[in-house]
């Protein structure tokens, strides 16, 4: 294995990768990570970082913040998962994805540790963009936790500050059936003594959060009870409002001297330029007009609805498809019946079956049509729309990528 391709390739067929298999490559638990970090010299240690975990909006949280503190003149390491279109958007520096002959040589260098150790794909990543981030000599990570926060792999780091934007029912087989139970998973990033952002102040969760800092004499800011300058930002999407202000609240909790008003201001305004985020609300076309979005779970499609019913449209088209762990039944209860549906399946191990979606389609009597891939199913509804409709894509990461 001597090109990038070829490790890449290597990667995604010989290690359990959660984005692609599922519960089956899920490996809860910080023994063979902390094992790992100690194996490369403990990276995680070189560097300042900022941990964000959340239902939805972690994402896009943290590119927020990135973008603001590279505007301040930092160096900036951002760590992010699911990736869309390639393995290296995952770590970026400043913006720019990590140097393929980084990957190529951590791997070889490694290889026979992953192995051994039995390393799951993630934690794999994870290890390799601190190892990357030490090199490279960041001021700060920013990193997004993959599914959770207690167990994830990237629970080793020691932050100097804690993100947890909101609490939704998502991947509840691994995180529990109640906001609380899911609330004290986020809340596993909390560490003593250091200052943790709750982006949304919600009834179930108050108290475990309040429980768990209180224990670890974490002070915590409630965002949504702070009041912020009406910054704009580029990134379109109704529920961007809360993660923008999360992400404010964030960095004025930093208590940063070099970051000023200015900073805050552009690196809001340019926060897919800067950090060349994709499948937020991002429009495609004009005529018809075109958005692809990530959302993918209940609570976030409930924000994607009110917004589509904000648009001005001649006739709606939905093409969409999931994964395996969504609530689809919360999901579809929410879909409006006044629209066509073009139901798909993402090229993913644990895409939802199409048989699945069309007979949810039947219960919530939705126009619905079933087609075996999302290019073909993006393809139907490109040639039904007309000039001034609105065609939405979403449902998964995966669907997203594939149009891209």
């Known amino acids: 294995m001597n090109t990038y391709e070829e490790i890449r390739t290597w990667l995604y067929e010989q290690l359990p990768m959660y984005q692609r298999q599922g519960a089956s490559a899920y490996k809860p638990g910080l023994e063979k990570m902390e094992a790992f970090m100690g194996y490369l010299g403990d990276p995680h240690k070189e560097f300042s970082s900022i941990h964000v975990a959340g239902t939805n909006g972690k994402g896009s949280t943290a590119h927020m913040i990135t973008s603001v503190l590279m505007e301040a003149g930092y160096k900036v390491g951002l760590y992010t998962s699911p990736h869309l279109k390639d393995f290296s958007e995952r770590i970026r520096i400043n913006g720019i994805a990590i140097e393929t002959a980084f990957v190529v040589s951590f791997v070889q260098e490694h290889k026979a ?202 006739k709606l088209h939905l093409v969409l498809g999931f994964v395996k762990d969504k609530n689809l039944e919360l999901i579809f209860s929410l879909l409006p019946q006044n629209a066509t549906y073009y139901f798909c399946v993402p090229n993913i191990g644990r895409a939802e079956e199409i048989s699945v979606l069309m007979n949810l389609a039947e219960k919530y009597t939705l126009n619905a049509n079933a087609y075996e891939s999302v290019e073909i199913a993006y393809k139907s509804a490109a040639e039904n729309a007309e000039h001034n409709d609105f065609i939405y894509v979403g449902g998964s990461t995966f669907v997203v990528a594939e149009i891209l």
């Open 113 to 314: 540790y992953f192995l051994e150790a039995q390393l799951s794909f993630f934690e794999l990543t994870v290890g390799m963009s601190f190892a990357y981030f030490k090199e490279q000599q960041i001021d700060f990570a920013v990193v997004e936790v993959g599914l959770g926060g207690r167990l994830d792999a990237t629970n080793v780091i020691s932050p100097i500050l804690a993100v947890i934007t909101n609490i939704g029912f998502d991947h509840t087989q691994f995180l529990g059936n109640t906001l609380e139970a899911i609330a004290g998973e986020k809340a596993g990033i909390i560490k003593k003594n250091i200052p943790v952002v709750i982006g949304e102040t919600q009834e179930e969760t108050t108290t475990v959060f309040k429980t768990i800092a209180d224990e670890l004499k974490a002070s915590i800011v409630w965002a949504d009870t702070v009041e912020v300058k009406p910054y704009q930002t580029d990134l379109n999407g109704l529920y961007q409002k809360k993660n923008k202000h999360t992400a404010i609240v964030a960095l004025q909790t930093l208590h940063l001297d070099q970051l000023h008003e200015e900073h805050m201001r552009i690196g809001l305004q340019q926060v897919v330029s800067n950090t060349h985020l994709q499948g937020r609300w991002q429009m495609l076309d004009k005529n018809p007009f075109v958005v692809a979005d990530v959302t993918h779970n209940a609570a976030g499609f409930a924000f994607v609805i009110e917004q589509i019913k904000q648009a001005t449209f001649h």
